[in-house]
């Protein structure tokens, strides 16, 4: 059965850095594309972008380009987002998934960030 | 890459069709043969009802169906009912990444 399991909730303070996974589970990790989509509190869905872990080629979306970091550790089976200075508009869930047409989807990562 | 477009909101009474728009462009829609489309309860994770513009995955009812036209897909329920009130996204694969659309809250009168 695929899974993807995502880290727990985070509170962060405005400028502090923070490194979210997604943990892959039932299929051939290094072989399949998988992606962030943040979804903003009220909003709609967005795709911030892609990774194939097996050569750890990332494709982001021009929104995000040089906002996040994402990366890949095949040894784990493990994707990473990561912000090295996190603003208040990143508050948002953040689910990882397999590229869209599949129905494999994590449970979503609520990250909060206030003063 | 703009976000897909969709109706902000439509609605129906229960027993009638609606069908649900999603307009791109020649770089994502109109090129690719990969629209799907996922419902999304509040606070719940999304979920398939159409991949590859036109395949339901099992379990999703026959009531759902998808096409495309050109550079517009499209989301049809016929017979709605009570529990298909939420909000509808297309997504289309563009190239070199994916887009969404901008999601349409489905009202059931």
């Known amino acids: 059965e695929v899974q993807l399991v995502q880290s727990g909730a985070e509170v962060k303070k405005p400028g502090e850095s923070l490194k979210i996974s997604c943990k892959g589970f039932?299929?051939?990790?290094?072989?399949?594309?998988i992606g962030w989509v943040r979804q903003m509190p009220g909003k709609g869905l967005e795709w911030m972008g892609i990774?194939?872990?097996?050569?750890?080629?990332?494709r982001y979306s021009p929104s995000f380009q040089g906002q996040v970091t994402i990366s890949a550790d095949k040894s784990i089976s493990t994707v990473y987002l990561q912000w090295s200075s996190l603003k208040a508009s990143d508050t948002a869930m953040y689910y990882c998934?397999?590229?869209?047409?599949?129905?494999?989807w994590g449970q979503g990562t609520l990250v909060t960030v206030s003063s | 890459q703009s976000a897909l477009t969709q109706p902000a909101s439509v609605s129906g009474s229960p027993g009638q069709p609606i069908t649900i728009s999603c307009t791109g462009t020649s770089s994502d829609v109109g090129s690719y043969n990969l629209v799907s489309w996922y419902q999304q309860y509040p606070g719940k994770v999304p979920k398939l009802m159409i991949y590859?513009?036109?395949k339901r995955p099992s379990g999703v009812s026959n009531r759902f169906s998808g096409s495309k036209s050109g550079n517009t897909a499209s989301l049809t329920i016929s017979g709605l009912q009570a529990e298909d009130e939420a909000d509808y996204y297309c997504?289309?694969?563009?190239?070199?990444?994916?887009?969404f659309g901008g999601g349409t809250k489905l009202t059931v009168l």
């Open positions: 997504c289309s694969y563009a190239g070199s990444n994916w887009v």
């Open positions: 998934a397999l590229p869209a047409g599949t129905p494999y």
């Open positions: 590859e513009g036109s």
């Open positions: 039932g299929y051939r990790f290094t072989t399949n594309w």
């Open positions: 990774i194939y872990p097996g050569d750890s080629d990332t």
